[in-house]
């Protein structure tokens, strides 16, 4: 198709033909093209090709890495609209969000390559005739795994993170939006990046997980996904010693003080939660606003819901694109339901758009019991659970009732509830009025059963080095 990318293998710097399975537009269930399966063979070329790149990228000068890595962000600047109009046709986000999703991977990227020349160690200070130095060195290959709700920026914060801090790595990208990949990985090795430091493989997930995360020569692992995944990835890493940075789920709370406007903070909710159509690990989803302002923001909610315009992502005035695919239409219908059934009230939304295409709108269901399936399963999607609370303690105690704990949010004009929030809220990133939970800058990652390890700021370029103390008694 026009537009769509060929999808090939990506090892020791050759691109590589093979059959595979089809790639589906969710706006119109079509076939784009096929994504090819790795073998086993395949899979041990990228193992050798990732030794051999970590041997010369490891003694790459940190300033000549980083001017490598910059170039590959130059050249995907300058391809930014040729690769939104792929992300859109495979993932059906609208074209200006693929757009900005793409300028965000640069971003990171940008970030890294030039934070990778300050990956310092120190020196402690000893008794004459002995030097204490800590070193941090790359820790290695990596065995990295991406989501398909990104499909550029969230490879692009492993790739940045492993090649900035000097290591190679095999990305296992998702074969349902595998576009966003090719194209960050064409730009690398159209910037000179060398053989073998940067491979992608596709193919049945678990099958590859299974087979490179227990190889020796692979020395940490990176994951975005679910939990349930997370978790097994996790105990496999862990059964071969490997460090490891799993990005999970969440469930986003999001308290609304009574001293905000309800009208302008639940006009920034609709925007916050139809980004990519729910379908974010750091969505806003379950909303908890004080009982004085709980009416007015619940009904200003479901009147700007029900005017989001719903339709091909292509289409530049939607607001709102399909859902990936039709695993998200069963969930989000499951889910209401079950609401429903439990006394949830429906204010917008609650039904699938037409019957060709994964369409859903942005739906807002109100008082939500608590032993809802909706409040305790993330829905990944465009569910907005609004509830009303008393006090911030109330909400605060509800935002960390679950075993999630990725992303929260808050709206306050009072800078002691926003020292309480700080303090109270269980999450890894806490954004207070506003919704983004991370920039390129900042560490981004979750606690609880939300996974561990960070991706972005030093923090993350951290995470893909070891640390390594020299002592040399020198008299």
């Known amino acids: ?40 063979t395949d899979l041990d070329d990228a193992l050798d090709a990732a030794e051999r790149g970590f041997a010369i990228w490891r003694k790459t000068a940190p300033l ?22 792929a992300m859109t046709l495979e993932q059906g986000k609208p074209i200006e969000q693929a757009r900005l999703e793409i300028l965000r991977g640069c971003e990171i990227i940008e970030w890294d390559a030039t934070e ?44 940045a993170g492993a090649l900035s801090s000097g290591c190679s790595i095999i990305l296992k990208a998702s074969e349902e939006t595998p576009a966003g990949a090719v194209q960050l990985v064409r730009a690398f090795h159209d910037a000179g990046l060398p053989a073998g430091v940067l491979n992608l493989v596709f193919g049945n997930p678990a099958e590859i997980s299974e087979y490179l995360i227990p190889q020796s020569r692979i020395r940490l692992v990176t994951f975005t996904g679910s939990i349930p995944v997370g978790k097994y990835l996790a105990a496999m890493a862990g059964t071969h010693m490997k460090p490891a940075i799993m990005e999970l789920g969440g469930h986003g709370p999001v308290i609304v003080c009574d001293d905000v406007d309800p009208v302008a ?9 139809s980004r990519n159509a729910g379908q974010v690990c750091v969505a806003p989803t379950r909303f908890f606003v004080q009982e004085s302002i709980y009416d007015r923001f619940a009904n200003v909610f479901a009147e700007k ?8 992502g292509l289409d530049p005035s ?21 609401a429903k059934a439990r006394g949830a009230r429906v204010l917008a939304g609650g039904h699938r758009l037409g019957n060709r295409g994964y369409y859903f709108p942005l739906t807002v269901l109100a008082d939500v019991p608590d032993d809802a399936r909706a409040m305790n399963e993330e829905p990944f999607g465009p569910l907005a659970l609004v509830n009303p609370v008393k006090t911030l303690d109330e ?21 002691e509830n926003a020292d ?13 009025n506003h919704f983004v939970a991370s920039v390129a800058e900042t560490p981004f990652g979750g606690v609880k059963e939300s996974g561990y390890g960070r991706e972005g700021g030093t923090e993350g370029l951290q995470c893909y080095t070891v640390v390594k103390n020299v002592s040399h008694k020198t008299g």
């Open 265 to 273: 903070t639940a006009a920034a909710s609709v925007v916050g939660k």
């Open 1 to 40: 198709m026009a537009n769509y990318p060929e999808i090939q293998l990506y090892i020791d710097g050759r691109w590589k033909h093979a059959s595979g399975q089809p790639i589906i537009n969710p706006a119109d269930e079509t076939t784009l093209g096929t994504v090819p399966t790795a073998t086993r």
């Open 318 to 338: 939607s607001q709102m694109g399909p859902l990936a695919n039709s695993r998200r239409i069963d969930a989000m219908e499951t889910l209401v339901a079950d």
């Open 305 to 312: 819901a029900s005017a989001l315009k719903v339709g091909n």
């Open 116 to 159: 990778g020349q300050r990956l310092y160690g120190r020196v402690i200070p000893s008794e004459p005739g002995m030097r204490h130095t800590v070193l941090r060195q790359p820790i290695g290959p990596v065995a990295a795994f991406s989501p398909w709700n990104f499909p550029m920026s969230s490879p692009a914060r492993k790739v």
């Open 420 to 432: 309480r929030l700080a303090e109270g809220v269980e999450a890894g990133n806490l954004s207070i």
């Open 395 to 415: 909400a605060i105690e509800k935002a960390n009732s679950l075993p999630f704990g990725l992303a929260a949010y808050a709206f306050t004009r009072s800078a």
């Open 64 to 85: 000549k890495r980083a001017q490598i890595v910059l170039k590959a962000a130059a050249l995907i600047r300058d391809r930014v609209d040729e690769m939104a109009v």
